[in-house]
């Protein structure tokens, strides 16, 4: 039958001969990780695609993502501060420009934020309320003002599991 293209998730391994001492990319962590999210939280049949190397690897419970997820919604009373804790605990980490995933950048009133499971977005706040939720054009670091978001969602960084998760 003809799967969906949103129900076909693509699953990295680490691509680098086991014979080498390479560490793994993080670009690949990071996709596998966004994979490992989305099959936590969807619904219905999702057809994943892998090499054997990455159907061997070991990966957290499905429990770590439903545990370690957290959403922003517009009119929400959260301290940058304190959301700039709770990103690191999660293991993002603070950066000059949000380039990457799991990065995140708080300059004044403006947050941005670039989640593991979606494009990156800026919020801009009103004291400690969320005023407004946009994405960003990565190239020109520039707001996106048209199609606003309600609410933004956070899934956790790989950074935020020992290493010991990722032993074989």
């Known amino acids: 039958g003809h799967v969906p293209a949103e129900n076909l998730l693509f699953f990295s391994g680490h691509e680098a001969s086991l014979y080498q001492n390479i ?28 090499t054997i190397e990455s159907f061997l690897m070991r990966v957290p419970p499905s429990s770590f993502f439903k545990e370690n997820f957290f959403q922003i919604k517009t009119s929400d009373v959260i301290a940058p501060l304190d959301l700039a804790e709770k990103l690191v605990a999660m293991g993002y980490s603070s950066t000059v420009s949000v380039e990457e995933p799991g ?20 919020i801009q706040y009103f004291d400690e309320m969320v005023e407004k939720i946009n994405h ?5 670091q520039k707001t996106i003002w048209e199609n ?11 950074s935020l599991l020992t290493k010991e998760a990722f032993r074989e």
């Open 136 to 140: 960003i054009d990565l190239g020109s």
């Open 148 to 158: 606003p978001l309600e609410s933004v969602e956070f899934a956790p960084g790989p």
């Open 23 to 50: 560490i793994p990319s993080e670009k690949n962590l990071l996709d596998r990780f966004k994979v490992l999210d989305t099959l936590s939280r969807k619904k219905g049949a999702s057809v994943v695609v892998c």
């Open 103 to 122: 990065n995140f950048n708080k300059k004044g009133e403006i947050f941005d934020i670039y989640p593991i499971s979606g494009p990156p977005i800026r």
